[in-house]
């Protein structure tokens, strides 16, 4: 279902794959700095997702300045949030690498005001840009240390812009519950040599849904 979320003066292009069922539980997903929410990884993800019964509205947003994007970010929250065909118990917020800086950014700056009702279920960070390449001595870690809501991070081991040893240690003073599922020998675009992208986004998705079970109560089909 195509949709055009206002924000400001503009709307975001938006698509909600809508699971069978009615859905208890939504997944809001956005793109990295390129590409937009058709990235196959995002489409894959959100068909997953909808036939597992869970609520999947991705959305595309090309500014390349994370305050911009995380603004349009919580635009599309509040459109979920105050949706009338949709009426959900909670979202998780996942983005692919800068998206999922943006997705950390809004959760850090709604749990911090006054208005955290307790929509935000978690994070999910796809190849999460933990420095840029080579540059690991500044991390990009201020929001994911504020964060108390469940994070998972699905990252590449050979990820160039988030070395293993680092996340590692982020994730270690993290004071939120959290999970790292490491995709074996995987680059930033989660390209394995030797595997296809569909079987890398086949292990990607069952960990995200699996994750997702964990901390609600989904029920199984």
């Known amino acids: 279902v195509k949709v055009k979320i206002p924000f400001g003066n503009k709307y975001l292009d938006a698509i909600f794959s809508v699971p069978e069922k009615k859905p208890t539980y939504g997944v809001i997903l956005t793109h990295g700095a390129g590409g937009d929410m058709n990235f196959p990884h ?18 595309t947003c090309k500014g390349l300045n994370v305050a911009y994007r995380t603004k349009a970010f919580k635009a599309v929250v509040e459109y979920l949030k105050l949706s009338d065909d949709y009426k959900l118990s909670g979202v998780f917020l996942a983005g692919r690498s800068m998206g999922s800086r943006a997705a950390a950014s809004v959760i850090r700056q709604l749990s911090q005001g006054d208005d955290d009702d307790g929509f935000i279920q978690g994070l999910v960070c796809l190849s999460y840009p933990l420095h840029r390449p080579k540059l690991q001595s500044k991390l990009r870690d201020e929001d994911l240390l504020l964060i108390r809501c469940p994070v998972l991070f699905v990252s590449g081991s050979a990820d160039e812009m988030c070395e293993k040893q680092l996340l590692e240690g982020v994730v270690s003073k993290m004071k939120a519950p959290k999970n790292i599922h490491w995709i074996d020998k995987a680059n930033h675009g989660m390209a394995v ?16 849904f699996s994750w997702l079970r964990e901390n609600v109560q989904l029920q199984d089909k």
Do not use: P, W
């Open 193 to 208: 040599k030797g595997r296809t992208t569909n079987d890398v986004m086949e292990e990607i998705n069952a960990q995200v």
């Open 42 to 59: 995002l489409v894959s993800l959100a068909a997953y997702l909808a036939s597992h019964g869970v609520l999947c509205l991705r959305f």
